[in-house]
């Protein structure tokens, strides 16, 4: 840790032991700017609430996960992650809770973001969360409650449950004039499960909700007592779209448990297939705003471009999706020079038909009447739900990990954050066509760049059992994070995912009650464009 760093997290430590006084335990600090403060049970809430009000800290919350604590097995202990921009560290709030009696005062009515976290905690760990109203989340209403929860380690895998037949009951609004429109769950585009449930009166929605984790594939349970490749091969099969967002977020946090530095040239490469990524994904969801904004031409035109990139990440990593490029200290397979060459070649053809593509939509009046004030979000609404990545910056929220925190060769190369305040589908489609030419040129520089060398390191795997470490990646959708913990046998012990999507879904519910008719909704959808497989994990 540079010296400045390690100023900046010890004077953290005593302004949080001023602010927190007799409620702390101890705080522990390691070489990657992070400190994990642990406090009292019972003042837990009141701690997460300094924390996420004091603006001096500039606190963003960031995820929220539990365990089995494998050094007290009598209880369960929870962490509560926050960024800290200000400081650019990150700050891990955690307490410890008996199992027999796993209660603790909900910390959501200080910090609306984290209400589908305790929801989820409750479904797979029984935590109960005091105060609040814990409707099942991850675990669907025909689940039977109380005694099967799927992350306690005493839950065998194979384990099969009597399912009972109890339908889900939306919390709609009733009066006279009042319909409710089903959509869902099954789809007629090639799309995952989720029910969407609309009251509206005539065509003016009142109110909307919607019913996701139909096919959650457990994939944290999946992932324990796995050999560390085994685990990133799982990390891999997150999501399709953000991939390899997924699995360079899996290797840093193991790179970061064991003190594994990747060479500069693989560090490189990693940047550019992460922009890369970001491409593909932006193209897609400007494909699908186009589509459901009635612009169909500008929606073949986007897929098509789409596809230009798609059979360039074939060409260059021999997977449409980056799939088992990534390796713990690296890459697993060298990219040829002669392919970076192509590379340049190709993107620099793309941004011309980009340019041409972007001057036909933004001077298409009929589009453009769709997509302006439609679906609006509030910086108070993205910040108080806690938005990550287009959405948010599309509501004025200046987030991007790729600055705030940065990893890769994003500490030499930082993009230029793209701010639209407006909260619209408008807003969120700008962010993301400003960022399409941001990824452009970052990656053209990173290529001009590119250093010699190894893709590689090879070292021995050693690490400390049942330490912590993550790693949070800015993904074309957002910021997504990897926690891991790792037993004696180098094991998966803990592993848990929270992608972007996770927490952008209640954002997009929000944005379509705004003062939008049925026909809106679907565009709402897809200015947000979230992955149900991400959330499905």
């Not at 700008?430 to 590119?450: K, M």
Request: with cysteine.
């Amino acid at each position: 840790m540079a010296i400045s760093a390690r100023l900046e997290i010890q004077a953290l430590n005593q302004y949080l032991t001023k602010v927190l006084g007799e409620a702390m335990v101890k705080a522990t600090s390691d070489s990657f700017n992070r400190l994990e403060v642990e406090v009292l049970p019972e003042q837990f809430q009141n701690a997460a609430g300094l924390i996420h009000h004091d603006t001096s800290l500039q606190a963003s919350f960031t995820t929220m996960l539990a365990l089995e604590d494998p050094i007290e097995p009598a209880c369960f202990k929870i962490h509560l992650l926050f960024l800290l921009k200000k400081s650019k560290a990150w700050l891990t709030l955690s307490t410890r809770i008996k199992k027999e009696r796993p209660v603790l005062p909900a910390i959501s009515p200080l910090l609306p973001a984290a209400q589908w976290f305790e929801r989820e905690i409750h479904d797979l760990f029984g935590i109960q969360w005091a105060g609040i109203s814990l409707e099942p989340l991850v675990l669907h209403r025909d689940w039977p409650r109380g005694g099967h929860y799927p992350l306690r380690k005493d839950f065998p895998i194979n384990q099969e449950i009597p399912i009972a037949e109890v339908s889900h009951q939306f919390h709609q609004p009733h009066a006279e004039g009042m319909h409710q429109v089903a959509v869902g769950p099954i789809h007629a585009a090639i799309i995952e499960p989720g029910h969407m449930r609309f009251c509206v009166t005539g065509e003016q929605v009142h109110h909307f909700d919607a019913q996701l984790f139909y096919t959650h594939k457990g994939i944290e349970k999946m992932a324990e007592g796995k050999e560390i490749n085994q685990a990133l091969t799982l990390a891999e099969h997150v999501c399709g779209l953000c991939a390899f967002s997924h699995s360079t977020a899996f290797c840093q946090a193991i790179e970061a448990l064991g003190d594994i530095k990747a060479p500069e040239r693989a560090v490189y490469i990693r940047t550019i297939c992460l922009e890369l990524e970001r491409l593909n994904s932006h193209m897609a969801d400007l494909s699908a705003i186009c589509a459901s904004g009635g612009y169909g031409l500008g929606s073949m035109q986007a897929s098509r471009l789409r596809e230009q990139l798609m059979q360039l990440t074939q060409h260059m990593t021999g997977h449409r999706f980056f799939r088992g490029l990534n390796a713990i200290g690296g890459l697993n397979q060298e990219i040829p020079e002669d392919h970076f060459a192509y590379m340049r070649q190709t993107l620099e053809a793309f941004q011309k038909a980009f340019k041409d593509w972007h001057a036909q939509v933004m001077g298409c009046d009929s589009f453009l009447d769709r997509i302006e004030s439609s679906g609006y979000l509030s910086l108070d609404q993205a910040l108080n739900l806690g938005l990550v990545g287009p959405p948010a910056r599309g509501s004025g929220i200046e987030r991007d990990v790729r600055v705030d925190f940065p990893y890769a060769a994003y500490t030499a190369f930082q993009p230029k954050v793209s701010l639209h305040a407006l909260g619209d589908v408008f807003a969120r489609t700008s962010v993301r066509i400003d960022e399409v030419y941001e990824s452009l040129a970052l990656i053209l520089n990173l290529i001009q760049y590119l250093p010699k060398g190894s893709i590689y390191q090879k070292t021995e795997l050693i690490f400390s059992p049942y330490q912590p470490a993550f790693s949070v990646v800015e993904s074309a959708k957002g910021d997504l994070v990897h926690w891991v913990m790792l037993d004696p046998d180098n094991r998966v012990y803990r592993w848990h995912v929270r992608s972007a999507s996770y927490m952008n879904w209640r954002g997009m519910v929000t944005a379509t009650m705004g003062n939008n008719i049925v026909p809106d909704g679907p565009l709402v959808n897809k200015s947000f464009n979230l992955c149900y497989a991400c959330v499905d994990r």
